[in-house]
């Protein structure tokens, strides 16, 4: 007798339907060759969107939380993946599995506004996300846009939800009231159903709650409004707070539009190379350093040749957006200057000396020009700036542990 008669006697014999144990047998062989849904392959149809004010909008703020949450958890960061493999930020650190943020925006006023079906979509998305990476992450994380992203009763928003303009609201799903936990896990099972009419693994074996977090980032889609990047003025206050470097309002300003204008050039286009661009720490650190240290003494200028300032404003223009991502450029300074001066604080004096006697020493690092006068005092410009900023640039190294 065959193994398979033998063991369809002992079930009957047993009392146990057969039939039933072979649709249930099927069933795990199904359910076993089911895989996560592809990224390019939308949590569902009917949410695409063909308003390109609506696709510019989201994917500006896709670019602010990642920037936010960047500066947010910057002393661990090692890099930040906007438009990653799995999700729509990535953020990569030195002693811990990334955090997989899927973020959720919508285009009406933000403290008004409710979308409870954004809560689905996201589950939907950070449960696939469990599933890619087989539980290797340190955080699933939901951003939204608005007050209310987990549909809760005036009440309870007042007494647990409370965002603010100037800093990003996060909490873990165990730190939320019954109704929020309540509310989330209802999305949970929405978003399995999705995936599993969709064909794809729904299972949650990966999708671990107590790694699950919820955040609020205001950001309305109103790109004239001034109070638009508040969140992003706020982190970057926060981060230099502190350090005692007397941070202009202004120059925290320029922080944060250089920071916009850097990250969010190419908003409209899906197939921009910069999406798709990992921006690691050092990058992201040395560009706001450069907005910090932006002051040259007076008597630099007394020294210019007539008539070249503007040439060599565009110069310095030219080596920030083609150099100073590179962090060896700064760090071969200061050492110079460190084997120059052989001191720990040289004196202005030494550090006028050294620009005079080495800046021939660092033309491979900087940009060409056609003119030697403005090529050879841009590049003293930018060396007085490295080297007058030093302790700015030690202090910030430090706060951001790079």
């Known amino acids: 007798m065959s193994d398979n008669m033998t063991r369809k006697k002992d079930n009957e014999e047993n009392n146990v339907d057969v039939n039933q144990l072979e649709l249930f047998s099927d069933k795990i062989a199904k359910d076993s060759k089911k895989k996560p849904r592809p990224k390019n392959i939308p949590a569902e ?26 500066l947010y958890n910057i002393k661990e960061l090692k890099s930040v993946e906007i438009e990653g493999e799995t999700e729509d930020i990535e953020l990569r650190f030195y002693d811990r599995d990334p955090e997989y943020i899927q973020v959720k925006a919508v285009q009406s006023n933000p403290i008004d506004a ?12 950070l449960i696939n996300t469990s599933n890619i990476t087989t539980g290797k992450y340190s955080k699933l994380v939901y951003v939204a846009n608005f ?20 800093k990003p609201f996060i909490r873990s799903y165990n730190s939320l009231p019954d109704d929020a936990r309540n509310f989330v896990q209802g999305r949970i099972e929405l978003a399995k159903e999705q995936l599993a009419k969709g064909e794809y693994l729904n299972t949650t074996d990966y999708f671990d709650l107590s790694k699950l977090y919820l955040v609020t980032i205001l ?20 981060l230099f707070g502190g350090l005692k470097l007397n941070l202009s309002q202004s120059k925290v ?4 539009s250089m920071l916009v204008d850097r990250y969010l050039a190419n908003a409209g286009s899906k197939e921009s190379k910069e999406k798709h661009e990992k921006i690691t720490k050092g990058i992201l650190v040395w560009r706001m350093i450069f907005e910090i240290i932006d002051e040259v003494p007076d008597y630099f200028y007394d020294d210019l040749p007539a008539g070249i300032q503007d040439e060599l404003e565009a110069y310095e223009d030219g080596f920030i957006k083609q150099q100073v991502e590179d962090i060896d450029v700064i760090n071969k300074i200061i050492a110079g200057l460190n084997a120059y001066a052989k001191g720990a604080f040289p004196k202005q004096r030494e550090v006028k000396k050294f620009i005079e006697d080495k800046w021939m020493k660092y033309t491979e690092i900087f940009p060409l020009d056609n003119d030697q006068s403005v090529q050879e ?19 910030v190294k430090e706060r951001v542990n790079l």
Not at 226 to 232: G, I, M, P, R, T
């Open 219 to 238: 950001v309305s889609s109103d790109d004239q409004d001034e109070q638009n990047y508040s969140v992003l003025e706020g982190v970057i206050g926060n």
């Open 45 to 70: 149809s009917k949410t695409k969107n063909t308003d390109a004010s609506a696709s510019a909008f989201g994917w500006r703020f896709q670019v602010i939380v990642g920037i936010v949450l960047s």
């Open 377 to 395: 005092y841009g590049i003293k410009m930018i060396m007085l700036r490295i080297l007058n900023g030093k302790r700015v640039i030690e202090k």
């Open 114 to 125: 409710k979308d409870d079906y954004k809560a689905a979509l996201a589950m939907n998305t």
């Open 147 to 166: 007050m209310n992203p987990l549909g809760l009763s005036k009440a309870i928003l007042n007494a647990f939800w409370l965002p603010r303009m100037d």
């Open 253 to 256: 300003h320029n922080i944060k």
